[in-house]
């Protein structure tokens, strides 16, 4: 597996579709967030195993 | 840590994530099937993905070295770990104290445990440079540093390594240093470095970088489905463009809302990092962005700096406090590269944020000497003292008396 160049379009995750997030602190946290924000149609859901959502 | 933030306060409350319409799901994820696309989780559950952003962190190295596993032998990652210090730190037969590795996290601790125990306790920074925050600082701005928490009655031992650590009934009692000297110790907190937490990325045969998973602008791995971002991705040094750690928190959120702009299809690049970071100890605040002299040298530049005093009010205003900078620039090029603030007060330190910008926007010596800061005699220094303008222009002259010699 190469990795992918940055011309690559076929990126965006449609409506309906899931957005699994591992981890959820300093970037796992905005970034669902704002995958939320901007694309309120797409399932997002963050799995972490700290008891807690906690800013270091 | 030292009680002034509450555990309670630092958690994000996941009512905000669920409130946003985020399922939010507590486990590990100890397996991922790239070709399914299903993510499992400990206790038997099984997530499928369309898209799934990687964002594990790291977690802190601890040295092989003789008696790291004895009892009160602890590091500071999370949550748990500084309630395990508060804890062992509430025995009121822990007296001596020693922290291996004099990076920001070290000296924070070793100042807050300082600042906020009503005992006085014997505290000791063992580090193997030159140097207090050798990845921040010179050793010319870091020897402030030094003087500053010695006055305070911090021990700091510089050029020292901690070759084992000492024990009796498995409880730890002393660190032998390699320079034959033995430090009592009741308590050793190690925070020398951080490892991505990259085993699942592994697993699954992601492409890795030395410093971990490897990412390219748009936060995407190898697998067109797999993006990741933060403490577990390698970055690139906006500077030199080398692989390095990157591992803070600035980068961390951007990368992850740079990946959800990425999968909203929003096309913005990151742009590498600067490292900028910060560390207040008692009164003290220190900053640092891009490349340090010592650092640069190690890149191959060539380079002219300058140190410059300020205030961080109006000379006449009852507060001011005194706080010092200095910028490195590349002699061929003259661009900015990095720099330093050690202040005592605290805003001042953020005019490394000015600095950051400075580097990002490719200004050259001659440009910073016609900056005009914003200026009130109670938050800034007077504009003929505004140290940036005066370190370009020491800068601008060391170059000009070179050129004539
Ligand atoms: C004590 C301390 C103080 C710091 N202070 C600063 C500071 O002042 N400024 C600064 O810029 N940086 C600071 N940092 C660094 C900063 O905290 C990190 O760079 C930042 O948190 C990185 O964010 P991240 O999301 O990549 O990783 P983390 O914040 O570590 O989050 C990782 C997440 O992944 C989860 N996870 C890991 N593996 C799994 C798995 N298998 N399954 C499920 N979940 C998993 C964890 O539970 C966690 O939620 C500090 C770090 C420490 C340790």
């Given amino acids: 597996m190469g990795l992918r160049g940055c011309d690559s379009k076929e990126i965006d995750v449609k409506s309906g579709e899931k957005l699994v997030i591992v981890g959820c602190s300093g970037s796992g946290g905005p970034a669902a967030m704002l995958a939320k924000k901007l694309m309120p149609e797409v399932d997002v859901t963050v799995i972490r195993k700290e008891e807690f959502f906690i800013v270091r | 840590m030292a009680g002034l933030a509450t555990g309670q306060s630092i958690v994000v409350a996941d009512k905000m994530l669920?409130?946003?319409?985020i399922g939010v799901v507590k486990g590990e994820v100890t397996r991922i099937d790239p070709v399914a696309k299903n993510v499992f989780v400990s206790g038997g559950d099984l997530f499928s993905y369309d898209k799934l952003y990687l964002a594990t962190g790291a977690s802190p190295i601890m040295p092989p070295i003789?008696?790291?596993?004895?009892?009160g032998v602890m590091t500071l990652r999370g949550l748990p770990d500084a309630e395990k210090i508060k804890s062992r730190i509430a025995d009121k037969e822990v007296v001596n104290i020693v922290l291996i590795g004099a990076g920001f996290i070290s000296m924070e601790i070793a100042s807050l445990l300082a600042e906020n125990m009503e005992r006085k306790l014997n505290i000791t920074v063992v580090e193997f440079m030159n140097r207090t925050l050798p990845l921040m600082l010179d050793k010319d701005m870091a020897d402030l540093v030094q003087s500053y928490l010695e006055d305070k009655g911090l021990g700091i031992l510089t050029n020292q390594k901690a070759e084992k650590l000492l024990g009796r009934n498995g409880k730890v009692t002393g660190v032998l240093l390699g320079s034959g000297e033995t430090l009592d110790a009741d308590m050793v907190?190690?925070?020398v470095g951080a490892r991505g937490n990259v085993e699942l990325a592994e697993q699954i045969g992601l492409e890795m970088g030395r410093f971990g998973i490897k990412v390219n602008k748009y936060q995407?791995?190898?697998?067109?489905?797999?993006?990741?971002?933060?403490d577990c991705?390698?970055?690139i040094n906006f500077i030199t463009?080398?692989?390095t750690p990157g591992r803070l928190r600035g980068p961390a959120v951007m990368q992850g809302r740079l990946a959800a702009k990425r999968l909203a299809g929003y096309d913005v690049e990151f742009p590498g990092v600067l490292d900028a970071g910060g560390c207040k100890m008692f009164d003290m605040t220190v900053s640092a962005t891009g490349?340090?002299?010592?650092?640069a040298a190690r890149e191959g530049f060539e380079t002219v700096s300058a140190t410059v005093d300020s205030r961080s009010k109006h000379a006449m205003i009852p507060g001011m406090k005194p706080w010092k900078i200095k910028l490195v620039f590349d002699k061929k090029t003259q661009k900015l590269l990095g720099g330093q603030i050690v202040s005592h007060a605290v805003a001042p330190a953020r005019e490394i944020d000015a600095v950051t910008a400075f580097i990002l926007a490719g200004k050259t010596i001659a440009e910073l000497t016609t900056f005009t800061s914003a200026c009130n005699p109670d938050i800034s220094s007077e504009p003929s003292a505004e140290p940036i303008t005066i370190a370009a222009e020491q800068a601008l002259q060391k170059l000009h008396q070179l050129g004539r010699s």
């Fill in chain 2, 18 to 21: 669920e409130g946003a319409g």
């Fill in chain 2, 66 to 71: 003789e008696g790291i596993d004895l009892d």
């Fill in chain 2, 189 to 191: 907190v190690v925070n």
């Fill in chain 2, 220 to 230: 995407e791995t190898s697998d067109p489905d797999i993006l990741a971002g933060g």
């Fill in chain 2, 233 to 235: 991705v390698e970055k």
């Fill in chain 2, 241 to 243: 463009r080398k692989p």
């Fill in chain 2, 291 to 295: 490349l340090s002299e010592e650092h």
